[in-house]
């Protein structure tokens, strides 16, 4: 089992580019969760998956990002006309129960966002 | 907010001293967790404690947690360079009807050899 897969590991856009960015949970998982993470920062809660689903996105802002979770394949986080504001790493964590069911979530590695 | 709140924020040690990291939130929980970030790394699970929980031990890890103080401390003994990272506390719980895990800011541990 490779754990919870993210790539790219490192993505540099332009200013009003697009970035798509996309996890691959741990084998069995079918719950994600993606995180932003600033530096010297926490990290900040942003959308929750399940198969198809999108189950909390109350952390993600409104406008120009998206996730998805199809039935097959990764799910992927999607921003669009990124700023340098979005300039971050980004995390994945799944889980094979809702909410971690209290064992813990298995993060990836995480895909750091440049926006130049 | 049930962003957890860290103290220190950075702590730096001789090897062999014990480290230990505060961690206070705001609303009910189910459970707090701790992770390890190395340097430009992802989290590593550490330690899972329950709310009916008061100290639970993981090699040289103890974690206590005081629901009516609404805090928990993370205690590494006889640290180690390699335990050099940033620890994070992460309590999960419901928030606005949905089940979430919110981190607080992170201690940066420095162990000088």
């Known amino acids: 089992n490779a754990g919870v897969m993210q790539n790219p590991r490192h993505l540099v856009r332009r200013r009003g580019q697009e970035a798509r960015l996309r996890c691959s949970p741990m084998?069995?998982?079918?719950?994600v969760y993606w995180y932003r993470q600033l530096p010297e920062e926490g990290l900040k809660f942003m959308v929750y998956l399940q198969k198809e689903n999108i189950i909390d996105e109350s952390g993600m802002p409104k406008e120009r990002f998206s996730a998805e979770f199809p039935k097959e394949g990764p799910s992927i986080l999607r921003i669009q006309q990124v700023v340098r504001g979005d300039s971050a790493a980004y995390f994945c964590?799944?889980?094979?129960?809702?909410?971690?069911?209290?064992?813990?979530?298995?993060f990836g590695s995480g895909t750091r966002l440049t926006v130049v | 907010s049930q962003q957890g709140e860290e103290d220190p924020q950075a702590l730096s040690i001789q090897e062999g001293e014990n480290a230990t990291m505060n961690c206070s939130y705001k609303t009910s929980i189910n459970n707090l967790q701790w992770y390890r970030q190395n340097s430009g790394r992802g989290l590593v699970h550490l330690i899972l404690i329950r709310s009916n929980e008061r100290e639970k031990h993981s090699g040289r890890l103890r974690v206590t947690l005081d629901t009516s103080k609404k805090s928990s401390s993370l205690l590494i003994t006889a640290s180690r360079a390699a335990d050099t990272a940033s620890y994070f506390c992460a309590t999960e719980g419901i928030i606005q009807g949905a089940q979430k895990l919110v981190f607080g800011q992170g201690t940066r541990l420095t162990i000088n050899p």
């Open positions: 084998k069995g998982h079918s719950h």
């Open positions: 964590a799944s889980s094979p129960f809702a909410g971690g069911a209290g064992r813990g979530y298995t």
